[in-house]
């Protein structure tokens, strides 16, 4: 039955209440009882279709009115808590930067910065790793551009203007006539070269960049790190043995490097690197790693270097996929993403 007198009181009732109220929980509960899918007025105006015709119109005017009482009501109590609330969030995110750190752990900063520390990329601090181990033997860091010019990228590499192999790396070529996205760190061999001469002992971690689609394997953007080593009298043992030394330190004392005959046009002999490790679930086995060989006397020459004196070896690995071998890491997107909680596990600095 549409009781309008009972209408009216309930919602004076509750209008008094909402003026009352201090609370934006309880304002939203007092709106529901009205308002809500089963509340007092909702209900109301369903039963308005079932009334007598000439009771339509008069039960109609009855619930205009209630609403008029009750919302301009609501909304100002509303806006008026909702500042009262912003204000109190604003005292209590509050950092006072004068105040004197009593504690200088990591945590406590945190808590009272009241947010969360990022954590360093894990590919950010592989790249440190490795820079540190060929530091340790003394050889020297070296970095070049990644917009670079396609003499360095490929023709410093025997790459000839028409060789099928600059297809095998799949460029990005740039706006600029003759640029490309560096496909690989190899472009740094040429550019150390020619800078500071020979003997010369460099590793160059970095970014590079080919047309691949991501998937768990590969991705567009990846790192790499290129080892150069061009001096009297170096062979194809002492690569073997650099690339053991190097393993073992990524990979532990267990690990060892092997290769297998391949084609670079910069290296000669060209050879695939594969490494010997322990998993961390268990088992051991070989995996590719990436590229190596003796530079090939054509890319000496276009340095101004002689290769009938000097020689060397040169090697680039693909740092995401040692760092999915490293950490047992199924999926390139977990790397690529920049999920917070994916760079975490590894610890704040490690
Ligand atoms: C090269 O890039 C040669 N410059 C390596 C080299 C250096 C050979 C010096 C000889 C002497 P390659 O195209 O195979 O080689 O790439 C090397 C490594 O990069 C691969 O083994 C792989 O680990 C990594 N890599 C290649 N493409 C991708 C990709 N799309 N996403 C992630 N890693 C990739």
């Known amino acids: 039955m549409f009781d309008a007198e009972k209408i009216q009181k309930d919602v004076e009732d509750f209008t008094k209440k909402a003026k009352e109220t201090t609370s934006l929980i309880e304002l939203d509960n007092i709106r529901k009882v009205l308002f809500g899918d089963k509340g007092i007025i909702t209900l109301a105006s369903k039963m308005i279709g079932k009334l007598a015709p000439e009771e339509r119109a008069g039960a109609g005017k009855v619930l205009s009115s209630v609403r008029a009482t009750f919302n301009p009501v609501f909304e ?44 360093r990329h894990p590919i950010q601090v592989l790249q440190e790793d490795v820079a540190n181990f060929f530091q340790s033997i003394g050889w020297q860091i070296a970095s070049g551009p990644e917009v670079e010019a396609e003499w360095y990228n490929f023709d410093a590499l025997n790459f000839g203007p028409d060789h099928p ?31 500071c001469g020979v003997p010369l002992y460099i590793a160059c ?120 071998l490293r950490h047992d890491i199924q999926d390139m997107h977990d790397i690529v993403e920049g999920d917070i909680r994916f760079s975490k596990q590894y610890g704040l600095e490690s």
């Open 165 to 195: 192999a600059r297809q095998m790396q799949d460029t990005f070529y740039g706006e600029q006539l003759n640029t490309v996205l560096r496909t690989h760190t190899s472009p740094v061999q040429a550019r150390s070269l020619i800078d």
């Open 205 to 324: 971690p970095g970014k590079v960049f080919r047309t691949d689609e991501l998937d768990s394997t590969h991705t567009p953007v990846f790192h790499q790190c290129e080892g150069l080593a061009i001096d009297k009298g170096l062979t194809m043992a002492n690569l073997k043995g650099t690339l053991d030394a190097f393993f073992k330190a990524m990979f532990g004392d267990s690990a060892k490097a092997r290769l297998r005959p391949s084609y670079f046009p910069f290296t000669e002999p060209s050879a695939e690197m594969d490494v010997w490790f322990e998993h961390k679930k268990g088992g051991a086995g070989w995996i590719e790693l990436g590229g190596c060989g003796m530079v090939h006397p054509n890319v000496l020459r276009s340095c101004g270097i002689d290769p009938e004196v000097y020689s060397g070896f040169a090697f680039g690995m693909g740092l995401e996929r040692t760092l999915m």
């Open 76 to 119: 100002e109590v509303k806006e008026k808590l909702e500042s009262v609330e912003l204000k109190k969030q604003i005292a209590s995110e509050k950092v006072d930067v004068t105040v004197e750190s009593g504690d200088s752990s990591v945590a406590s900063l945190s808590e009272r910065l009241n947010s969360t520390l990022g954590a």
